[in-house]
């Protein structure tokens, strides 16, 4: 390619297995550090720290330094939806690492994907929204209705919060299991938050599932029936 966006250099950055395995692992949203990332990818301190600088070089992951350490997360959303994307590229086409393991149930019923609701759950919630007009679709545009704003407000959610962020408030990210939209945006991360802050899920350690209690289940097929 002579002009225009390179992606043969985005591509090689996540081409790398290791680097795949890092990019994935940040996925769950949390920061990490070197050594960290370095256990997830199955390499050596030194060789993750080469892989880094790669990764926040072309723009994929940014750090934040607190005292003496060093934690990496992805940049922006952006390369969170775009990850996910190719996650539902991979997967419709069968190009999986290992074989489902136990784990993998609880990953397509609810995860985190960057730092909103993926799986069944985060699929089923978008749609709930959208069926009772909470949510307008237009082609790839989104807009919360006046319905909407009553009632997220309703939830806690400051809606006048959400307008001032530099990101949008409601967008679709294709989810690699379900093969359909979940909601992402500030929107998104904030339902999440919602969803932890009242103690009806819960995130499993060292892992992207998200776990929701009996009672988080009945609140949430309340809100969003299907």
């Given amino acids: 390619m002579k002009e225009g966006p390179d992606i043969a250099l985005i591509g090689s950055l996540i081409g790398d297995p290791a680097r795949a395995n890092m990019l994935t692992a940040l996925m769950g949203g949390r920061a990490l550090t070197p050594t960290e990332l370095a256990a997830h ?19 994929l992951l940014s750090q934040r330094k607190q005292g003496r350490h060093r934690y990496y997360q992805l940049a922006e959303d952006e390369v969170g939806l775009m990850l996910e994307n190719l996650m539902g ?3 419709g086409r069968g190009m999986n690492r290992h074989r489902p393991g136990p784990k ?38 989104l807009a919360l209705t006046d319905a909407g704003q009553i009632r997220i407000e309703a939830l806690g959610i400051n809606y006048a ?12 990210c294709l989810d690699w299991s379900e093969r359909r939209s979940h909601l992402a945006g500030s929107l998104g991360e904030a339902l999440l938050t919602l969803f932890i802050d009242k103690g009806w899920a819960k995130r499993e350690t060292n892992s992207r599932a998200i776990r929701f209690t009996d009672s988080g289940e009945k609140a949430f097929s309340d809100l969003f029936p299907q």
């Fill in 104 to 141: 993998d149930p609880a990953l397509r019923k609810a995860r985190v994907c960057y730092n909103h609701l993926a799986g069944d759950y985060g699929v089923r919630m978008f749609e709930s929204l959208i069926a009772a007009k909470q949510i307008e679709v237009a082609g790839d545009d």
């Fill in 161 to 172: 919060s959400l307008k001032k962020s530099r990101r949008p408030i409601c967008r679709t």
């Fill in 89 to 91: 590229f991979a997967a």
């Fill in 41 to 59: 990818a199955g390499i050596t301190l030194q060789t993750a720290s080469s892989h880094l600088s790669k990764l926040e070089a072309g723009g």
